[in-house]
């Protein structure tokens, strides 16, 4: 039996709609309130979506650590790089989401950093990569949109910064350039929150298909 197939998809299906959800309300309370609640900022420190994006982050770095551990239960075991290097992208992500340390550190193109990171991985796990996609490819395929979806938030809605603001402030409405400077945050932490959420499916779906559940002892009559 596939564990996939009986509680996966309606946990994906519940975080992208509570996603959904926050995104939602944080635009409905910056339009009427004139600001976001704490709780719920978008683009806050420590707030409701920034804890839930280094959840993402960090159950995709545990489901990595439990592929490298077990991985010597597959029919072919992936080398050790693959699993270890995407864990460490991962924690490294979930730990920035909480502390901002890329601020800390003074790193000026955060943003590229990920982005070589996340092409040197494909890179050097060509061989591993190669396999899983002969073998699994629906769970490399939500990755790869995830990943998309990830980047067209974070890189797409930077890009489309200008354009939104003269947009709406081109209307009749004084608080133009104000909404649409959060129209653009709810754009790129919604993109990452859904990408990451498209991200740990498909992982899991491979975790769980590949290190699948030790079978029971047969029963005494």
Known sequence: MHVQKNWLPRVAISL???ELGLALVYLATVYRRGEAVPLLD???????????????????????????????????????????????????????????????????DWKLIYLGILIAIPVLGWRDLAWIWQSHRASVLWVLVGIGVFLLGGFGAEAAKGAIAAELASHSFAQGLFLGEHFRITIEEFGELLGETFILYGIASFVTQVLPPRAAPDSVP
């Open 16 to 18: 992208v709609g509570f």
């Open 42 to 108: 978008l683009n806050g420190l420590r707030s409701l979506p920034s804890w839930l994006q280094a959840a993402h982050l960090f159950a995709i770095g545990g489901l990595c650590l439990v592929l490298l551990r077990y991985r010597q239960r597959m029919v072919r075991p992936v080398s050790w790089f693959l699993p270890s290097a995407l864990a460490l992208l991962s924690f490294y992500g979930g730990v920035d989401e909480l502390t901002k340390l890329h601020l800390a550190l003074n790193q000026v």
